[in-house]
């Protein structure tokens, strides 16, 4: 079987003004959807994080993907690794650079799953070695954030929206706000666990935060609050002795492998990482500072579905335990997110994912819906998933009008609050 | 798809008498074939070392495998392991203990994969994300031996015999020995890279073979020296000192993983195991120690195929080479073989194998050909072979017949010189 085309559709998707520690999310975020087209015409679709560099790096990939055996990602890897250039160099260093380099691994590896999956007739999770769970938990994201609906309406609100639409055009400035918020998220989704995106106010607005949300949701709620490494290792160790018992785990307090296996010494709470542990070449340093108790899986930065099954073996080898990151998405990375999160036997927290957020889908089924916080494992073939052309189409017209070609959460909170500077470090 | 039946047949296959640091092969290598058939009566075969316990726990496994879907290995893992124990459990704590675990794993991956691969009409290398090569390389793989051909026989040879089948029936018991062995063997399979089992001979006497080899090969022949880990580290130092230029790698010298870091630092060869690193378990303890450059994998020992390609990423991640390891076996075994190294992209070493001094056969294409030393990957769905089932029938009785229920190469030695003592250190 060969690959005898490859579409590459950057789209924009409306998304509300998130604050975090690197500014703000602004009115669109960027997704690219590839689609690989097999010689007897059946597609295999993927999503991954637009931007410009990787939306070359798609395009220049084209000429070694087509005509490959969409069976093979194996020879795939190796022939886009030797043209593009190999994990071990310094990222930033090559045209092609390493984190451009998963992006493309990702989005090739998932589209070929899907494709060989509908072939053979099996779900994705299938060709990971089959699932261990019917249904993958979710959890709450919750954020800070102003008033406002994102896409055209920017900070206005649709004041016919209901439900959770009309919560989630609402600010959370304050701990409780993030209770309303949480709230409202969980009834419509039935998330049973929480996290708060922090890093953006004053860290004790942050923790005061999660007390409430503990109070309001009782004891034994997992919660997770995720300072995004801006945090000094001072304030993180103040911080965490006050959320000790209270949270299930501290995600990224602080930057960098030394930083997190210092704090891990210093506080009583499982330590998490989507930061300093984000690929392959980062395990070795893992190990020797154990830096974390528990790394986000994030296919899209992992370099796929399969490479992501080795990470959890690395985590099941090592202690570590096993969660899932997410950026702003659409269902096709949701369907990839669930397939995978069906065949890791250690994936057992609930995973991140943004979806609540959007409203946008280029799927022909519509939203996915969670029922107890939790999405259903598809049995149907490939990711169990088809491609809505028509919402593509108006989406990719989107990405063209609303100007954006990459995220830059700084550009976006300057717009608020002129001169405002991201620090790596800030509290 | 279900499996609806698991035939467990232990067979008995003529060994000639090879020394090692163990003692001596007996007449017969005992190894258990397994048959999975789905309702829809497609087959999928393995093949693992036979002894009266894996016997036993794959007896005790069946009840678990029939009903179980062949696509969901992952689930099926998951049960056996909680039905017999985790892979934290002490070795022989449990009647169960893990290395009749990944024993019993290791069956049902690579039957699973075969069965499966055959009902979608694909090649096992692609259940296993595609190959990256189209022929794998083996090594020449030499023992000091007794003369005899093994099996009725025993120290007797059959006069008959031609070519290889007659050389492989003479002694080697001294460097001269060993050289006309290597030469007659690679002329038969073109084999490039030359290994010889070491931990049998006076240290010297095993130097001075691979010096033999080197000085009748020529320089930059791939030559590798495997004393079993019987040598103490000083002699292993000495040796190593003699050898340093000479060998591509020097496997498993002395015992266990500090010992082996300890060598590391003081002798310039790159250090191989299959000893000291022989399980998931073993890995963080090899990050330690940094015990070795390169690891044998064996898909039997480490629970499967698919579990192989995780020891391959963590080989890839920790800088470790990969090379294959193998016992005495038959074209089961070396077809799933095949299938992994050519998955690997970082397998790049020759792979050892036994199946020269194998004579017996199960499969209907009857014994394997090497050509240049490399055995084509075979396209055909699942591992591309087909079970004979009157050869498999006669191995059976053989089985019965011969008295072995698993292999002890110290009583075999016994017999030729009564009183001998496994060492776990000789020299």
């Excluded at 060969?2 to 669109?28: E, F, K, Q, S, W």
């Excluded at 953006?200 to 034994?220: H, R, T």
């Excluded at 073939?381 to 830059?408: S, V």
């Amino acid at each position: 079987m060969r690959i005898t085309d490859m579409h590459i559709t950057p789209i924009a998707i409306v998304d509300p003004p998130l604050l975090n520690a690197a500014g703000l999310h602004a009115p669109y975020a960027l997704r690219i959807v590839v689609e690989l087209v097999s010689e007897d015409n059946i597609y295999g679709l993927s999503e991954v994080p637009g931007h410009y560099d990787t939306l070359a790096a798609l395009e220049a990939a084209r000429a070694v993907v087509i005509g490959s055996d969409p069976f093979n990602f194996n020879g795939l890897q190796l022939r886009l690794t030797e043209r593009f250039g190999t994990v071990d160099e310094a990222r930033g260093s090559a045209p092609w650079d390493q984190r451009k380099l998963v992006h493309v691994l990702s989005a090739l590896d998932v589209a070929c799953l899907d494709l060989t999956g509908k072939a053979i007739g099996r779900p994705v999770v299938d060709l990971l070695g089959g699932k261990v769970r019917d249904r993958v938990d979710f959890s709450a994201y919750l954020f800070y954030k102003y008033e406002g609906a994102g896409g055209e309406l920017g900070f206005d609100t649709d004041p016919s929206a209901t439900g959770w639409a009309a919560a989630r055009q609402k600010a959370a400035l304050d701990p409780q706000g993030v209770v309303a918020q949480a709230q409202a998220m969980c009834n419509e989704f039935g998330f049973k666990s929480i996290k708060l995106k922090g890093g953006a106010m004053e860290p004790q607005i942050e923790v005061d935060s999660m007390l409430a949300l503990a109070e309001a949701f009782g004891p034994g709620t997992p919660l997770r609050l995720d300072p995004n490494a801006i945090w000094k290792l001072e304030t993180a160790i103040e911080c965490g002795k006050q959320l000790e018992g209270v949270l299930e785990y501290y995600e990224d307090p602080v930057r960098g492998q030394e930083a997190m296996g210092q704090l891990r010494k210093a506080v009583n709470i499982p330590l998490a990482t989507n930061m300093c542990t984000t690929s392959f070449e980062d395990l070795p340093g893992s190990v020797r500072h154990h830096s974390e108790d528990i790394i986000l899986s994030d296919h899209h930065f992992w370099g796929g579905l399969r490479a992501s099954m080795d990470l959890a073996r690395f985590c099941r080898v090592f202690g570590r335990g096993m969660s899932m990151h997410s950026n702003s998405h659409v269902g096709i990375s949701l369907a990839a997110m669930v397939h995978l999160a069906a065949a890791v036997p250690n994936l057992t927290y609930a995973c991140d994912t943004h979806y609540p957020w959007q409203s946008d889908e280029v799927i022909t089924q519509g939203r996915f819906h969670f029922e107890d916080g939790a999405i259903e494992v598809s049995n149907e073939p490939g990711l169990g998933i088809e491609l809505d052309r028509a919402a593509l189409a108006k989406l990719h017209e989107q990405y063209k009008t609303c100007g954006l070609t990459y995220r830059n959460d700084e550009i976006e909170m300057q717009k608020v609050e002129p001169g405002w500077k991201f620090m790596s470090t800030r509290w």
